[in-house]
């Protein structure tokens, strides 16, 4: 294992934990706002924020699959070393990582009409992230707002399926928003 | 005038002092040592290891004194200190049939190799208070025998040599962990064996007692109860095989049920299966019984509609600290609930007021 | 600060937490089954409320915590000494000064800000379970949307009693479709749930975590003909004055006297501090209670 798997992680996990956390959960609840993560220094093509976002939500107890974008042996051993997360299939993902290209989005569990929270929550890395371009409505949202999405129509078919479905976590750079299953966009 | 009463701080700080000095009691008497707790109150610091899923005497006596003797609370303190200890890993499956039996007894046969051992029992003890102890609890001298260290049989290996017994298979899986994982029904019978475990002795008793009676009875005979020392071992990744770290004392009963048979299977007896830290003998004896009560279904029986049948009304209510907590929680205040009764009741006596006057006109 | 780990809980045990509020957040009023641990604090005394402000709290937060709508009494006085020792926070008994605020039983009067976030404690997750008291059948019933029982039982309360007898944990439907259970709010407090601030509900033994986002939809069950109405006692608090706040009844004598003073302490005393004088108040001065 080469020396710098080792490093990038936080330094004082409960408190950057924290932190990260409060942006994480601030983000999922006002779907649209965009927040500063700090704190992580993964390997690329790994950014900042969702490194933080992993270090923050994922452990063995929490599988997670690497779409091609990401899956590169570095990001395996700094993911496995820093989270003991187990990697999978997309069928499998509790958590997904990677560009919006690359995720099979057809196949991460949706949950169940039981247990809807027993889906998949999506890291999309993004170029860049800005309050322009789609137009997002719902829970979290004071009227509307926008959001730099990869695209709509994967969005409205998510949302047109509630209860079920996926929740996304998008990050660039340091920054992160977020999107819910909630989230009507048009 | 009217001036809002305060003083919560206080109130809390007072309490506390007070608490300590009523746990120590009279200060002329001398103070129990946490080593007496452990050595001469040993069937309290079973029941608080057994239910307080945490197999350590010291830290069991340790509750003990502090909670002035009140196990639940004793069990409470063990419980709220287990869940913050890390967990290094899993140890292999016990075998009981490895064990040091101090105490074995069957009700199916007179005598079985291995024989019966009474044990340090207080079975056939004339229920005569003893004064003697208020002055002088030295014991006698205890004869001594020649301990066996040879492995004693399960009396349901017998049974089962004979295909008599219904055939009980090693699981596959690792069972789940009831203090890791949210409990989600329905339960499989290890899961549920955990939870009652750990339930709470008079209540899973209660519900022994209830099958016994009638309420979805399945005639138990106690085909075997051992208690004794057996051996932990844990595998260590690094040695590549399994070493020895503990010994731990265990109660173990299996019970030998009504037949049944089915169109493909003929006859045969059935089992309940009890296994409790410690030397808990009532508590593993009823564990056993409603263990065979929960497995109705898999067995195909009816449902008698029996609380002992009802996976979920048994494994939802057998945690005394779920059940003390939540019971004593309506001594906390509920002035603003009870405040929207009082107006709702008000209003919904006013309204029948002005109605009944108007309706006895009509 | 504490041998115990940052607001108590082990890393691990918080990620599992966190991991449910965002499911809870993601899916309004969907109760999100979570692995609740042994608290050092009794089952039904903020459980649940304490594992998810201690999987949410930062050491730069501000916590406030109130029981009955009131900082001072026992409870919240025990809960917030824990998160001093544990955490090491700064405490508040001031509304506006608080980022996070526990509660039980109330939400305060005064309107949250988008940058507060409010904690409650559970007793009893489940809105269906008094009237089904098996886990099986009311989760399945949450599947198929199917509330049809809750809808018998408020009519037949307006059959008996000509109203709807429920006066506190009065069942809401959560953007249009998971029926949710408050917390044993007054059902005063009903219309405050659509709010600027992140709502978190907590159920510590039931293992349950749910949530409702700011401006969710939060609709208040009740029939065309008998529509959902607040309730408080018809009086002024005798402290401070306010006629909208919601009213504790005290009995002062031994003839059965009654004084009402808002349940809220912090708003009356705030209210008090800017020169309003109830019934039977005093004015304010500093030091006094």
Redesign the interface.
């Given at each position: 294992m080469q020396a710098h798997i080792l490093e990038g992680g936080f330094a004082d996990?409960?408190?950057e934990?924290?932190?990260a956390?409060?942006a994480?959960?601030?983000a999922?609840?006002?779907p649209g706002e965009i927040l500063a993560v700090n704190g992580a220094q993964p390997p690329a093509p790994l950014s900042p924020a969702a490194g933080a976002v992993v270090l923050?939500?994922?452990?063995p107890?929490?599988p997670i699959f690497l779409a091609a974008s990401h899956d590169t042996p570095q990001l395996r051993e700094w993911i496995g070393f820093h989270t003991g997360a187990p990697f999978v299939a997309a069928q499998d993902a509790m958590f997904a990582l990677g560009t919006w290209g690359a995720l099979p989005l057809a196949t991460f569990p949706r949950g169940?009409?039981?247990?809807?929270?027993r889906?998949a929550?999506v890291i999309v890395e993004c170029d860049a992230l800005s309050n322009s371009g789609a137009t997002l409505r719902?829970?979290?949202?004071?009227r509307e707002t926008q959001l730099s999405l990869p695209e709509v129509a994967a969005f409205q078919d998510n949302a047109a399926r509630?209860?079920l479905?996926l929740?996304f976590i998008f990050t660039s750079g340091a920054h992160l928003a977020a999107l819910?299953?909630?989230t009507k966009v048009f | 005038m009217y001036v809002a009463v305060k003083g919560g701080e206080r109130a809390i700080d007072n309490a506390h002092a007070w608490l300590a000095e009523e746990r120590r009691g009279d200060r002329a008497v001398l103070e129990l040592s946490v080593a007496q707790i452990r050595e001469q109150m040993t069937l309290a610091v079973n029941r608080v290891m057994a239910e307080g899923s945490l197999y350590d005497p010291d830290l069991a006596a340790l509750a003990i004194k502090q909670a002035r003797g009140d196990l639940i609370e004793a069990i409470f303190l063990i419980r709220a200190y287990r869940t913050t200890l890390p967990r290094f890993g899993a140890s292999n499956p016990i075998e009981t049939g490895d064990m040091l039996c101090e105490r074995r007894v069957s009700a199916t046969f007179k005598d079985a190799p291995g024989g019966q051992v009474l044990g340090p029992t207080f079975d056939y003890t004339h229920r005569l208070l003893d004064f003697k102890l208020a002055a002088d609890g030295e014991a006698g001298d205890v004869p001594k025998g020649t301990p066996t260290h040879d492995p004693t049989p399960h009396i349901m290996s017998f049974l089962d040599r004979e295909g008599l017994i219904q055939d009980e298979r090693a699981g596959e899986n690792t069972p789940p962990d009831l203090t890791r994982t949210p409990l989600e029904l329905p339960a499989d019978r290890a899961l549920r064996l955990q939870s009652l475990a750990r339930g709470d002795e008079g209540f899973i008793l209660g519900l022994a007692y209830s099958t016994q009676r009638g309420y979805a009875r399945n005639h138990a005979f106690v085909a075997e109860l051992r208690i004794g020392a057996v051996a932990v071992e844990m595998e260590i990744p690094e040695l590549g095989f399994a070493i020895e770290i503990g010994e731990i004392t265990l109660t173990e009963c299996e019970t030998v049920n009504q037949f049944q048979g089915s169109k493909t299977a003929p006859p045969q007896f059935t089992r309940g299966y009890g296994l409790v830290f410690g030397m808990s003998e009532r508590k593993a004896i009823s564990m056993a019984l409603v263990d065979r009560a929960l497995r109705w279904k898999e067995l195909g029986e009816d449902n008698l509609g029996a609380p002992a049948q009802d996976e979920e009304f048994v494994l939802y209510h057998s945690d005394n600290i779920q059940a003390t907590g939540f019971l004593e929680h309506i001594k906390l205040p509920h002035y603003v609930d009870f405040q929207s009764e009082l107006e709702l009741i008000r209003k919904l006596r006013r309204e029948a007021k002005e109605n009944i006057p108007r309706e006895a006109a009509e | 600060m504490s041998d115990y780990?940052?607001?108590y809980l082990d890393?691990?045990t918080?990620?599992?937490i966190?991991?449910?509020?965002?499911?809870?957040?993601?899916?309004?009023g969907?109760q999100?089954?979570f692995a609740s641990r042994e608290m050092p604090m009794p089952y039904g005394w903020g459980t649940g409320g304490v594992q998810v402000s201690a999987?949410?709290?930062?050491?730069e937060d501000t916590l406030k915590v109130i029981d009955q709508g009131a900082d001072d009494t026992t409870n919240a006085v025990s809960i917030r000494r824990f998160f001093q020792k544990t955490a090491g926070v700064a405490v508040t008994e001031a509304t506006a000064q608080a980022s996070v605020i526990q509660t039980r039983h109330r939400i305060p009067e005064a309107d949250l800000r988008?940058d507060q976030i409010l904690v409650y404690q559970v007793p009893i997750p489940e809105p269906l379970r008094f009237l089904e008291p098996s886990e099986v059948e009311t989760?399945?019933m949450?599947?198929?949307e199917d509330y049809g029982l809750m809808h018998v039982k408020l009519y037949e309360d307006i059959s008996q009693h000509g109203d709807i007898a429920t006066a506190y944990a009065y069942p809401v439907k959560v953007?249009g479709?998971?029926v949710m259970d408050p917390s044993p709010i007054p059902k005063f407090d009903n219309p405050k749930l659509e709010m600027?601030g992140?709502q978190l509900f907590g159920a510590g033994r039931e293992q349950r975590i749910y949530?409702?986002?700011?401006?969710?939809?939060v609709v208040s069950l009740d029939f065309d003909d008998y529509p959902f109405q607040p309730t408080k006692a018809d009086h002024a608090c005798d402290l401070c004055g306010a006629q909208n706040s919601y009213l504790d009844e005290l009995i002062v004598d031994d003839d059965g006297g009654r004084v009402f003073m808002c349940s809220d302490t912090d708003y009356c005393s705030t209210r008090r501090k800017q020169g309003h004088v109830g019934a039977q108040g005093l004015p304010y001065a500093e030091g006094a209670t």
């Amino acid at each position: 294992m080469q020396a710098h798997i080792l490093e990038g992680g936080f330094a004082d996990q409960p408190i950057e934990a924290s932190h990260a956390f409060r942006a994480v959960m601030t983000a999922m609840a006002r779907p649209g706002e965009i927040l500063a993560v700090n704190g992580a220094q993964p390997p690329a093509p790994l950014s900042p924020a969702a490194g933080a976002v992993v270090l923050t939500l994922c452990d063995p107890e929490t599988p997670i699959f690497l779409a091609a974008s990401h899956d590169t042996p570095q990001l395996r051993e700094w993911i496995g070393f820093h989270t003991g997360a187990p990697f999978v299939a997309a069928q499998d993902a509790m958590f997904a990582l990677g560009t919006w290209g690359a995720l099979p989005l057809a196949t991460f569990p949706r949950g169940t009409a039981q247990f809807p929270d027993r889906s998949a929550t999506v890291i999309v890395e993004c170029d860049a992230l800005s309050n322009s371009g789609a137009t997002l409505r719902g829970p979290g949202i004071k009227r509307e707002t926008q959001l730099s999405l990869p695209e709509v129509a994967a969005f409205q078919d998510n949302a047109a399926r509630f209860p079920l479905g996926l929740d996304f976590i998008f990050t660039s750079g340091a920054h992160l928003a977020a999107l819910s299953r909630t989230t009507k966009v048009f | 005038m009217y001036v809002a009463v305060k003083g919560g701080e206080r109130a809390i700080d007072n309490a506390h002092a007070w608490l300590a000095e009523e746990r120590r009691g009279d200060r002329a008497v001398l103070e129990l040592s946490v080593a007496q707790i452990r050595e001469q109150m040993t069937l309290a610091v079973n029941r608080v290891m057994a239910e307080g899923s945490l197999y350590d005497p010291d830290l069991a006596a340790l509750a003990i004194k502090q909670a002035r003797g009140d196990l639940i609370e004793a069990i409470f303190l063990i419980r709220a200190y287990r869940t913050t200890l890390p967990r290094f890993g899993a140890s292999n499956p016990i075998e009981t049939g490895d064990m040091l039996c101090e105490r074995r007894v069957s009700a199916t046969f007179k005598d079985a190799p291995g024989g019966q051992v009474l044990g340090p029992t207080f079975d056939y003890t004339h229920r005569l208070l003893d004064f003697k102890l208020a002055a002088d609890g030295e014991a006698g001298d205890v004869p001594k025998g020649t301990p066996t260290h040879d492995p004693t049989p399960h009396i349901m290996s017998f049974l089962d040599r004979e295909g008599l017994i219904q055939d009980e298979r090693a699981g596959e899986n690792t069972p789940p962990d009831l203090t890791r994982t949210p409990l989600e029904l329905p339960a499989d019978r290890a899961l549920r064996l955990q939870s009652l475990a750990r339930g709470d002795e008079g209540f899973i008793l209660g519900l022994a007692y209830s099958t016994q009676r009638g309420y979805a009875r399945n005639h138990a005979f106690v085909a075997e109860l051992r208690i004794g020392a057996v051996a932990v071992e844990m595998e260590i990744p690094e040695l590549g095989f399994a070493i020895e770290i503990g010994e731990i004392t265990l109660t173990e009963c299996e019970t030998v049920n009504q037949f049944q048979g089915s169109k493909t299977a003929p006859p045969q007896f059935t089992r309940g299966y009890g296994l409790v830290f410690g030397m808990s003998e009532r508590k593993a004896i009823s564990m056993a019984l409603v263990d065979r009560a929960l497995r109705w279904k898999e067995l195909g029986e009816d449902n008698l509609g029996a609380p002992a049948q009802d996976e979920e009304f048994v494994l939802y209510h057998s945690d005394n600290i779920q059940a003390t907590g939540f019971l004593e929680h309506i001594k906390l205040p509920h002035y603003v609930d009870f405040q929207s009764e009082l107006e709702l009741i008000r209003k919904l006596r006013r309204e029948a007021k002005e109605n009944i006057p108007r309706e006895a006109a009509e | 600060m504490s041998d115990y780990n940052f607001a108590y809980l082990d890393e691990q045990t918080k990620r599992m937490i966190r991991r449910a509020i965002l499911k809870g957040l993601a899916i309004p009023g969907h109760q999100v089954p979570f692995a609740s641990r042994e608290m050092p604090m009794p089952y039904g005394w903020g459980t649940g409320g304490v594992q998810v402000s201690a999987a949410i709290l930062t050491p730069e937060d501000t916590l406030k915590v109130i029981d009955q709508g009131a900082d001072d009494t026992t409870n919240a006085v025990s809960i917030r000494r824990f998160f001093q020792k544990t955490a090491g926070v700064a405490v508040t008994e001031a509304t506006a000064q608080a980022s996070v605020i526990q509660t039980r039983h109330r939400i305060p009067e005064a309107d949250l800000r988008a940058d507060q976030i409010l904690v409650y404690q559970v007793p009893i997750p489940e809105p269906l379970r008094f009237l089904e008291p098996s886990e099986v059948e009311t989760r399945k019933m949450h599947a198929l949307e199917d509330y049809g029982l809750m809808h018998v039982k408020l009519y037949e309360d307006i059959s008996q009693h000509g109203d709807i007898a429920t006066a506190y944990a009065y069942p809401v439907k959560v953007e249009g479709r998971y029926v949710m259970d408050p917390s044993p709010i007054p059902k005063f407090d009903n219309p405050k749930l659509e709010m600027a601030g992140i709502q978190l509900f907590g159920a510590g033994r039931e293992q349950r975590i749910y949530a409702i986002p700011p401006y969710t939809r939060v609709v208040s069950l009740d029939f065309d003909d008998y529509p959902f109405q607040p309730t408080k006692a018809d009086h002024a608090c005798d402290l401070c004055g306010a006629q909208n706040s919601y009213l504790d009844e005290l009995i002062v004598d031994d003839d059965g006297g009654r004084v009402f003073m808002c349940s809220d302490t912090d708003y009356c005393s705030t209210r008090r501090k800017q020169g309003h004088v109830g019934a039977q108040g005093l004015p304010y001065a500093e030091g006094a209670t």
